[in-house]
């Protein structure tokens, strides 16, 4: 079985200032990671996943995460954010055997961007 | 593609009474899930459905709680009778075999005075 932990559950940040958004995830299969971000009275929206091949993947809205097999983490990061990054950000993991059908999620990380 | 759609997007009822949550899949998608969000639990997957056909209903609190999905193009979830801890925003989802990710409808916030 897979999960994920969410390390901070809250992330205060100075506008222009970088962050990162740390995710832990525990499986004993292949991974398929991702980040969803959602905004005040909103859904879920998908910022960007890992699949396979290089582990930096980049996102919508300048945001980009680390695959790191060793150390079993996922961490999303930005150099400067902005007063409309303020959000929900969930992490979230499902394995290659049972692909989008079984999606677990992170508690959450509530950014927000001071100006 | 309009995205998943849900409704009502707000629902505010009396403990006690009947509730009924639907929702709209992304025409193409075959997947469809319905989940609960609430601050002390946060994002709780209640069941999903492959084809129409429920596959895991383990996250369903209750019988008070029921999930159909009687065609391609749409699904409810059911409370029967509502109770004010059922107070919370309920998501659905959907998605099909070929992606690796799910689709999220904007939600309906329930509240059960």
């Known amino acids: 079985a897979q999960s994920v932990t969410q390390l901070d559950s809250q992330v205060p940040v100075f506008e222009e200032a970088p962050v990162e958004l740390r995710c832990n995830y525990s499986s004993s299969v292949s991974v398929y990671l991702f980040w969803y971000v959602q905004y005040p009275n909103q859904g879920l929206q998908l910022l960007l996943k890992y699949l396979s091949g290089s582990t930096l993947v980049k996102g919508i809205n300048g945001f980009e995460a680390e695959f790191n097999k060793s150390q079993t983490s996922f961490h999303l990061r930005k150099p400067s954010v902005h007063i409309s990054d303020t959000a929900e950000y969930f992490c979230a993991v499902s394995s290659s055997r049972t692909g989008a059908n079984n999606l677990f999620f992170g508690t959450g990380t509530r950014l927000t961007v001071i100006p | 593609d309009a995205g998943v759609i849900q409704s009502p997007r707000h629902e505010v009822t009396e403990m006690g009474q009947e509730v009924t949550l639907r929702c709209k899949p992304i025409?193409?998608?075959?997947?469809l899930f319905w989940y609960r969000q609430t601050m002390m639990r946060g994002l709780e997957l209640l069941i999903y459905f492959n084809n129409n056909v429920p596959i895991d209903d383990s996250g369903m609190p209750e019988d008070r709680f029921s999930a159909k999905m009687p065609n391609a193009s749409f699904s409810t979830l059911k409370i029967q009778p509502s109770e004010p801890r059922d107070s919370a925003v309920y998501f659905c989802a959907s998605t099909r075999p070929d992606y690796y990710e799910q689709y999220f409808g904007p939600g309906t916030r329930l509240t059960v005075t």
């Open positions: 025409s193409g998608h075959n997947s």
